[in-house]
């Protein structure tokens, strides 16, 4: 086996519980959703985002096919959010709704790109070397910051809803709905320009990590949650394995260190 990281590894068994999760279903698991229904296409879409999670996420974590599994699993990704993404913006670029979708699937993206720089082998870094190079890395990094800015916004957006979901023994529930939203806006902004991003990344992944244990495992144990829910829990944990891969790829860094933007490191490298 080939571990690189605990991010890595836990991630990696999530993407096999995703696709097991998936191929028992027989339908699009939350990551996925929205997606085409309605058509004969739809089911074999949804098989084959359940295989590509399952063998990408066992391809991961062996050395001779952790290269080509986070390869597939980085184009694979790329195409979902480009297909199915990024059209959704059209419908309403004004609204954080149209965001969210395509900032669940930027986040795994973003992590799948971590792992695709580990792991590159020399195939990859002759023939895709920008995308292999820390200048990849960078891009990676900055594309979990700008994916976790529309979860902060959503806050404020559904204060009200927020404020709910805050656990009962906790005083001032609006409060703490504002304060994890703008959390998430300015862990996103901290990535994207460089200023403290390892500890931004790790604040991230552990407030979405807090808001499983906290909010959905006291919901599961105290009553029964309806198929969204369980959708809700399980992208919560996803996105959770996604920031922690992300945070992992800032070893090294000191935690409060300021870096270059990536517009600046992309302007030198031209």
């Not at 957006?157 to 300015?186: C, D, K, N, R």
Request: aromatic share 12%; with cysteine; proline share 4%.
């Amino acid at each position: 086996m080939r571990i690189a990281s605990p991010g890595h590894a836990v991630f990696a068994a999530t993407m096999i519980g995703v696709g097991i999760l998936g191929l028992m279903k027989g339908d699009f698991t939350a990551e996925w959703q929205p997606a085409l229904k309605g058509v004969p296409e739809s089911q074999v879409l949804a098989h084959l985002c359940a295989f590509t999670s399952l063998a990408c996420g066992v391809g991961l974590l062996w050395r001779r096919t952790a290269a080509p599994a986070a390869r597939v699993l980085l184009a694979y990704l790329l195409l979902w959010l480009l297909l199915f993404r990024v059209p959704g913006l059209f419908h309403g670029l004004t609204k954080v709704d149209a965001y969210w979708p395509l900032s669940q699937t930027a986040a795994l993206l973003a992590a799948a790109w971590v792992l695709y720089v580990w792991f590159a082998d020399d195939w990859d870094k002759q023939r895709l070397s920008s995308a292999t190079s820390n200048k990849g890395l960078r891009i990676a990094r900055a594309l979990y910051g700008a994916a976790i800015i529309p979860f902060g916004l959503a806050h404020f957006q559904y204060v009200e809803h927020t404020a709910s979901m805050v656990p009962s023994w906790l005083p001032a529930h609006v409060a703490w709905a504002y304060f994890t939203g703008a959390a998430f806006i300015a862990a996103g902004v901290a990535v994207l320009i460089g200023v403290c991003a390892r500890l931004a990344t790790a604040l991230s992944a552990s407030q979405m990590g807090l808001f499983l244990v906290l909010v959905w495992v006291p919901a599961a144990a105290t009553r029964s949650l309806n198929s969204f829910q369980w959708g809700e829990v399980l992208s919560t944990w996803v996105l959770t394995t996604a920031g922690w891969v992300v945070t992992d790829s800032y070893r090294g860094i000191p935690w409060l260190a300021m870096d270059r933007p990536l517009a600046l490191t992309l302007r030198q490298t031209r």
